[in-house]
């Protein structure tokens, strides 16, 4: 059985951190592959300054092209909104019955777990990989279906790479190849 990673996100954009993020777990960890998944909206934050959904898969499509064991999943822009995980990863399982199915999330949203839309069930069907994020230290965690992982902090953040561009900041190194000339050539996160 292929055992798959999701790591949701509105991408907004997709940036170095994610990718190194996916990369180390496809190396460093007991998973096949990771989907990036694109979430249309996620209920709980503010669609602020969120570029259009087809645009956000462009760039991901972009940055994961020349990759054999990251991927794109685009299944949550044909579902509800707002997207909830658990309906995600059950229409996944669904789809993909020869597929299982894990959670990957930053300690910054391990905090607020328990405000999913069954996070019981998501540990317990699907279970969660926790990957540390600056500000959110997490120690290990005992329970079953929730493993920790010793990633690389990245403080980079979708919010950063939006606000330089738009105060003029060449932001070239810090998205995956061909996004930035994406972003440039189609005038995004300028206002």
Known sequence: ???????????????????????????????????????????????????????????????????????????ELAMPKPSYTINTLDLLSKRHPAKKFHLIIGSDNWKIFTQWK???????????????????????????GVTVIDAPECSLSSTFIRRAIRSGKDMNFFLPQGVYKYIVSRKLYLK
């Open 118 to 144: 069954d996070y019981e069930r998501i540990i317990s069907e699907y279970g969660v990989i926790v990957y540390p994020r600056p500000g959110y230290p997490v120690s290990n965690i005992y329970q079953d």
């Open 1 to 75: 059985m292929e055992h798959i990673g999701i790591l949701g996100g509105s991408f907004n954009p997709v940036h170095i951190g994610h990718m190194m993020l996916a990369s180390y777990i496809v190396q460093w960890t007991s998973l096949d592959k990771v989907w990036l998944t694109l979430s249309p909206r996620n209920p709980l934050k503010e669609p602020d300054g969120l570029i259009p959904d087809m645009q956000r898969l462009a760039m991901l499509e972009l940055a994961t092209r020349d990759l054999d064991r990251v991927e794109v999943c685009d299944i």
